[in-house]
């Protein structure tokens, strides 16, 4: 709809307003996916097999291997790409209570959240994780805890497929 200027001036300006946000976003959209059909690309000759993961895209993928791309020098193990995603279980013991753990806030915060949201993707959308969920909450752990031990899964799995000559 092409807004007229003969019309009320409020209508007209608001009109003129959202064509233009709407062109911004049209313009937004075709960029982001040229950049993402460039990152697949990147990431299909570096490490293919990480995008065929459950929960892991482009952007994900992206980010995980810019961090192991950072810190090669610290990738000696699946235990190391743990701990420099912040996903290593960290005890949490006060006095006569038993062993737990907390949350690493330590690591790479964004390589972190990219586990974080696999995680998330799985627990709505895979049916093995949300039977290992229930099963965890039988066992009574909170929800944080859950994540915790699932995000340090989905670490172990993705340095798997990470690129060890990095």
């Known amino acids: ?7 009320d001036p409020i209508v007209y300006r608001t009109n003129l307003v959202i064509r233009s946000l709407a062109r911004r976003i049209k313009h937004l959209d075709i960029e982001k996916r040229t950049i993402d059909e460039t ?5 299909e000759v570096t490490a ?7 929960g892991v895209g482009i952007d994900t993928a992206a980010t995980l291997l810019v961090a192991a791309g950072d810190n090669p020098d610290r990738l000696h193990s699946e235990r190391s ?7 290593t279980p960290l005890p949490a013991n006060s006095g006569k209570t038993t062993t737990k753990f907390r949350l690493n806030r330590g690591g790479d915060r964004q390589a972190n959240a990219a586990l974080y949201r696999v995680v998330l993707t799985r627990m709505s959308s895979d049916e093995e994780t949300r039977r ?4 965890r909450r039988d066992k009574g752990l909170n929800t944080a805890e859950i994540i915790r031990c699932l995000k340090r899964y989905v670490a172990r ?3 798997k497929h990470l690129p060890h000559m990095i």
Do not use: F, N
């Open 81 to 87: 790409w743990a701990h420099l995603c912040g996903t």
């Open 39 to 43: 990152l697949k690309g990147l990431i």
């Open 132 to 135: 290992y969920v229930t099963r």
């Open 48 to 54: 293919p097999s990480l995008l065929d993961l459950h």
């Open 157 to 159: 799995q993705t340095y």
């Open 1 to 7: 709809m092409q807004p007229h200027k003969g019309s």
